[in-house]
C-alpha cells in the first residue's frame, strides 16, 4: 500500500513511547508498504518537531531530530511536486493543500492525518475520487497491519522495542 503520513503523526511516531502513530510509521516501512513523502511534509515535519510542546513529547535535541528525520526519509519515496501553482483543494486552510498533492503525485492509496482540514467532505471527494482514504492514525495502522508484513526499512525499527540498553527512548539513534 502507498501511504502518505502527514507531519502530525509523523511528529507523533518521534516520541519514545509506542503508540498508534509509531506502529503506523513502523507499518509503512514493511513490505509492501511504501511511505510517500515530498519535501514539503519533511520541511513541516522539521518545523513541528521543533515546538516546545512536541520537544516535550518525544524528548529529542536537534542533533536528535535530524537524525530522526535522516531516518525516516531514508526510508521514503520522496515525491516531486509540481512547480507551477497547485489547485486548492483544503479551501479552511490552503497551506495543507501540498499533503494532499504529495498523496496525487505518488499515487497514494492512503492519506493519514489527525488535520481536521482533511476530514471535510469536500477533500475527502477530491481524495476518494482519485482512489485515496484518509484515515485516522488507528484505522490505517490496521489497514496496513491487514496486508502481509515483511522486512522494515528504518534502521530504528530494530530498537523500536528496546535498544542494547533495553531503553526504548534511544531508538537507535545516538
Given amino acids: 500500500m502507498r501511504i502518505v503520513l502527514d507531519s502530525n503523526v509523523l511528529a507523533r511516531a518521534a516520541s519514545p513511547v509506542s503508540g498508534p502513530a509509531r506502529e503506523l510509521l513502523l507499518h509503512c516501512t514493511e513490505e509492501p508498504h511504501l511511505l510517500l513523502l515530498s519535501?514539503?511534509?519533511?520541511?513541516?515535519?522539521?518545523?513541528?518537531?521543533?515546538?516546545?510542546?512536541?520537544?516535550?513529547?518525544?524528548?529529542?535535541?536537534?542533533?536528535?531530530?535530524?537524525?530522526?528525520?535522516?531516518?525516516?526519509?531514508?526510508a521514503a519515496l520522496i515525491v516531486t511536486l509540481p512547480d507551477e501553482p497547485h489547485e486548492a483543494i483544503v479551501a479552511p486552510d490552503p497551506k495543507d493543500d501540498p499533503i494532499v498533492h504529495t498523496a496525487v503525485?505518488?499515487?497514494?492509496?492512503?492519506?493519514?492525518?489527525?488535520?481536521?482540514?482533511?476530514?471535510?467532505?469536500?477533500?475527502?471527494?477530491?481524495?476518494?475520487?482519485?482512489?485515496?482514504?484518509?484515515s485516522m492514525t488507528l484505522r490505517c495502522s490496521r489497514d496496513c497491519a491487514r496486508v502481509s508484513r515483511g522486512t522494515p526499512k528504518l534502521d530504528f525499527c530494530r530498537f523500536a522495542t528496546s535498544?542494547?540498553?533495553?531503553?526504548?527512548?534511544?531508538?537507535?539513534?545516538?
Avoid: Q, W
Fill in 39 to 74: 519535501a514539503f511534509i519533511l520541511s513541516e515535519l522539521r518545523r513541528v518537531l521543533r515546538y516546545e510542546r512536541v520537544r516535550r513529547m518525544h524528548g529529542l535535541d536537534d542533533a536528535g531530530i535530524e537524525r530522526y528525520l535522516t531516518d525516516v526519509e531514508s
Fill in 105 to 134: 503525485a505518488g499515487m497514494a492509496e492512503s492519506l493519514c492525518t489527525r488535520d481536521r482540514h482533511l476530514y471535510r467532505a469536500e477533500v475527502i471527494a477530491y481524495c476518494r475520487a482519485r482512489g485515496i482514504k484518509c
Fill in 163 to 174: 535498544n542494547k540498553l533495553g531503553n526504548p527512548r534511544n531508538l537507535g539513534m545516538r
